[in-house]
């Protein structure tokens, strides 16, 4: 290899490096080593002043590759790489060696050998710098078109959105008719608007524009293509329609708890689900009747199918509120009416805090029972009498003779198996689909392009989940409006006069981004290198070592492992 | 043994005062705040659950009831303005009302029939003195025993105390049993009796207690000026029946006219400070709280006032005067096992065998 020249930077880190590692010690190490033309050291790499140094010296000294020992790449390789870049110098010809997180705060206690790892560590980001090469991302073109799966409250309104954008939307539902669940609500919280009305709305104003195709009775079946370019099938009731898209939202909805026969209850007369009830609320003409029988006294156990210790441990996060609003609701029907709430936490969160409120001035009582003494309910004289301990009341057994006990159930994921396999999305532990990050990147999944949202992704109430419908809209917008997308270039290449395809690589990718080629009149793998993610699954069970990952190469690891074999005194 | 929730108790509690309870969300601010609530006697959260829930048994045998003094610390620092204490007063009057006999006590309690009953005992007791009267009182002279006789005094006033002593016995053990139900007792009760009395009752220590403690000093007034003339109309009666020298005459006026003091300072003090509404003890007042002080007060005037005029010699003047006193004082005691006077025996009682009664 012609000779290089690189350049060293290390970082004090104020006094979070150079308190432990001798970092002069570690630059004359690193000056005498091969093909370094500049070691420095410097106060602060991430100063503008040292990154101005490092620029000039970039320029002036001709450098072709720089290694900066610092923090943690999670912290600034983007930071250096873009400065590399105003630099003139290819951005990934940048190595960043960690000797902050990695050393001198793991060995406070060994200064000696904390300096003698930093040299090591230094030597292999030399050796790593050695082998880099000039690398360009992956360009791929976006279509201004998306689609969007569900076509509840989440999806419409995300449709809508997106439209708004100049954005073709695609809207495909399952059911006959648009709507989901909020469809068949009256009064929801906290706006106490009609969910009929709303999702009435939201379809005439869909149906009008001119930019978004509704199909019904309609599913995804297929998808192939990278982001920016995904070609799907969708299969309605008389036909299969083949797409070409941007981006995919996924925002089909959840499944509410149903108990299981015995559960708190669950199966006696007079024993229903919070849904049951708010209905029977709303359609109630006058005072509320059962069966034909005056309601005086309900009690509702709370957390049923949520937060249990095995199965959904999760919170379903809509049901205090949608409980207590529904209590306010009874007691507007029937003022009379008795409201026992039997909670284990009440979560009402935000202004929902008024709801409590509103409930406990019509006269809801409170019970709080905790896990190991749940709440039992048996049938008593043409009454229910719910028995539990009274955490709030010293713990006495109290028991309450109703005329309805109202289970208040949770979220669970929809049994999408089909969806989720044909969009290879994972799931988290709760079966959700899963986010990359709740708080950072609540919308995104590990699938480039394919957004989540509503309830979909996790229990969530109408306007949290309209909030993330349309952050996943301006997440998809971003994506498709500017008309491509670049990709991180660090993906697998395949050999192909070493490859004899036998599929080994394609078992091993989680992200299906391997296809079958001809090349000289063999089969061989290629890397569809939109959708490579560069995770480095597929290197180890290749039997004839046909793949590398660009910057992670067979020989730049070995190189840089002879480096730290080599010890620090090296 | 589990509970049964009562949920239309509330109601009736509400009707005697804790109009917002209902807004409690159990954050205990009210139970740390009272310098009176220690220990296993916890209040005044916990006679809020019981009273949400409608667990009767459990409030009417609670000593808690009568550990508190009404300082209205709680009220003022309640984050959702439920106003514990004036639940604490409401279930005092709820107490009041279930410990008499077949629950009788609960015709003062009511709204305007209540008040109708008072204005039917005031008249059966003026009646009772127009009927009575001697029909020749002298003029000449101010003998007021010249217009009311005392043979007549000696046999209403027998009538009226066997009366009060069976109706207050009967509802004494009623509430005894109550407390007790369900306990042992648990050590000595001659020394938790005289400690009860002491400091509870002739001191009322625990009044001390309380931030706010410009109430004592009137409270105490109430006791003492009440026992004071109690004590004075004991001696006076003994004299009657030769139980006692002539000279005790002398001791008697003297407790009679300081006992009529104190009492129309403490029920002065307090009437003024219900109607300015200030404090959080007096922002509501149940028609019970006005008469039981109204009473008190007037019988401490009439008294001083028929002094007054004796002293003067004014004969219709003071025998119309004595008349008024004598009605008014038979307002206040036939009703006393079953108005607001009855705490003073109830909370004494409930105290010593609280001490007595220790799980």
Redesign the interface.
Known sequence: MSKRKIGVYICHCGGNISDYVDVEKVRLAIEKEEDVVVAKTTMFACSDAAQQEMMDDIKEKGLDAIVIASCSPKLHLFTFRSMAQRAGLNPYQYVQVNIREQDSWAHTDNVGGATEKAISLVKAGVAKARATKPLEPIRVETKKKALVVGGGISGLRAALSLSDMGIYVFLIEKEKELGGWVRNFSSMYPHNRSGREIIKTLEEEARKRERITIFTEAELIEKSGVLGDFRVKIRTRDEVINLEVGSIIITTGFEEYRPSEGEFGFGLPGVITLPQFKKMVEESQGELRFNGKKV??VAYIYCVGSRQREGNTYCSRYCCNATLHTAILASKVSPSI?Q?HLYRDIRTYGKNELL?EDA??F?????KWSEDQPPEASPNNGHLRV?MK?L???G??????ADLVVLVTGMVPRKNEALTEVLKLPTGRDGFYNEIHPKLRPVETVIDGVYIAGAAQGPKNSYEAVASSLAAASKVATLVLKGFAELEPQVATVDPEKCEWCGLCLEACPYNAFEKVGHGGKEVAKVIEALCKGCGGCVPVCPVDAIDVKGYEDATIKSMIEELLAGGEG | ?????N??F?DKIKKLGAFDI?????CGNCTAICPLSEGENSFPR?MI??T??G?DR?ILSSPELWLCYYCGECSDSCPREADPGGLMMALRRFAIRNYSLGKIADLFYRGAGSVFLWIFLTLVAALGVYFFREPHPVFDKVKPLSFISLDFLHIAGLALGGFIFFFALVNILIMARSITRGKKPSGPWLKPLWETLWNEVFLQKRFGECEDKRRRLPHLGLFWGFSLLFIATILAFGQDFHFFPLWAKIPARILGLAGGVFLLYGSGYFLLKRFSRQDAYSKYSHHSDWIFLLLLLLIGFTGLLMDLFHLLSMPWATYITFAVHLILVFDLLITAPFSKFAHSLYRPIALWLSEVYKK
């Open positions: 005086n006294t008795r026992f409590y406990s001035k006269g809801s009582v409170f019970l028995k009274d709030l009341t010293e006495e057994e109290v028991e309450i003779d | 043994m589990s509970l049964a929730v949920p239309q509330i209902n807004a409690c969300y159990s916990k659950r019981y949400l829930l667990l459990k």
